[in-house]
């Protein structure tokens, strides 16, 4: 009712600046202005949420069921299954050559420091939601919309692109024991695209199971992660039988550029800590096993990564790769049936968890931004008897299968990755700003210190555009020394300590070597965004673009912020020619 009385109120008086602007008094004028609504819509989508070990008391909460083993199977799962068992093969043969052990490196170093402040705000606020619920704590409901929006399509993107994969891997292993499935029973060419319906079948399948519980469902991915490492020390041991050394020569055959470029595709396979965070609030002991989970699920998958990346190359010549199954197929080239079908077997384990992981991400996403009233209702409807949100779940299944029907791997990772690169940078940001913030209160230290970080992405884009689209040198190195001083100006700032803050807000885990770890996360997310397409920045700008329409014509106006919000109200104008009519009175003693 409050909501209700509160939109009316805006009708009103935009009726009256009509008014106004046809020709009303200087003292209506004075009253209701348009920089008085600006202010009061600027102040609306910067207000911020407190940090909370739970939600308790703010609509429908999640059972706590998951311990460290779970949510670090969770993180290894994303991870492992789409780096090494589909884009490896995408990014070694297109982008980088054998250099695709720097790209997974380059990729890993970036992530980590990404993961380092993604661990500090698991401390902080142990709550489903990821970077949006960190977001909306840091910079503000908007931005937290923005990046809740970006990571629906991320994980939706992430869920189709390696069910795309998982359907050449299934050819692959029947292929194994000699049985050969048509192409028209799994896929249909279209012209435009083929339709994959292997994908679409995996994706509903895992939809299923994760509307049946957390808990079940998350034994199945640790049985599914705990297959997919062991296949992974079979295919090192066995593939170090047929190591070739002159396959790694040339070692860049696309030169440096090419590496980035690797690196900027294949970081979206990093993203496994990403998911950990989501489930947060289903954790037993968060503040405590979250940290763990992210930053050791991320050092496990870079050294399986480099070390099966290293050792495909070696096998098989890199411009020789298939990129819709690389690992089983090298192997087929030594005539190893039986390897091929193994490494089929953990590659389809490896990819169903990365399915089940992103579909179970965005569902908690979705949850969670419909609780805080900026999603339609539904999305936070818990089953009584699975205590999921299984329309959340449902819809997140519908959107992917979609998603892996009419898009290529290629064009699903580009879109994915992208997505996850701001959401990282997002991140690192709100952690910088955090330290040069008051603890607790929220209040900064430094006004202009949104500022100087605002300043520095945006000055470090034009200078990674300008080297990846290779621009007058001179302009490049204008921009880069606009950066350096930029970065310069933190050192000059006081920031809040770690120990200060460990002691004050009580928390487990303080992001270390602040500002250089958040400044570095946000230079490298912010270059490998760089090495993108164009094509992939305008699917962006769109996706954005329908986003920010659901937020100002529902979100903005059903937010659960709108009755606790701080921010101060325009003014209650004086209906001077209304008052000279005989209108009768409300219930507050006011003219109607």
Known sequence: QKQRTHDIGWCVKSFFLLHLLIGGSKEEEEDINTMERLKELGERVRRRKLFRDEEGGKGAVLQRTLGVIDVTAIGLGQIIGAG???LTGVAAKNYA???????????????????LCYAEFASRSPTTGSAYGYAYSVAGELMAWIIGWDLTLEYAVAAAAVARGWSGYLVAFFAGINITV???????DVGFTELDFASAALIMTMTIILCMGVKDSTR????????TVVVIFLVVIVGSLFLDKSRWNPFLPHGVSGVFAGASVIFFAYVGFDTATTVA????NPKRDLPIAIIGSLVISICLYVAVAATLTLMVPYNEIVEESPVASAFALYGMPWMEVIVSIGASAALITTCFNSILAQSRICFAMSRDGLLFEPFSRISEKSQTPVFSTVVTGFFAVCCAFFFTID??????SIGTLLAFTIVCSSILKLHYDQPGQGLPTHKKSAVYILSLCFIWLLTSISITRQWPLGLTIFFGLLTAANVAVFGF????????????LKINFVTPWVPFVPIAGMLSNI??????????????????SIGLCIYFLYGINHSKMNGQTTTKTVSRPHFIHLEEMDTPLDDDGERR
Do not use: H
């Not at 609030?281 to 037993?284: A, I, L, Q, R």
């Not at 700032?493 to 004050?504: H, P, V």
């Open 84 to 86: 090494i068992f589909v």
């Open 97 to 115: 050559g054998p250099g695709i052990i720097l790209s997974y490196i380059f990729s890993g170093i970036a992530c980590v420091f990404s993961a």
């Open 182 to 188: 048509p192409k028209a029973i799994y896929s249909i």
């Open 220 to 227: 199945f991915n640790l049985v599914l992660v705990i297959l």
């Open 281 to 284: 609030e289903e954790m037993k």
């Open 411 to 416: 064009t699903l990772a580009d879109m994915v």
């Open 493 to 504: 700032l006081k920031k809040t300590s770690n120990n200060q803050i460990s002691a004050e």
């Open 527 to 544: 270059y490998l965004m760089a090495n993108l397409s164009n094509f992939t920045w305008v699917r962006l700008a769109f996706w954005l």
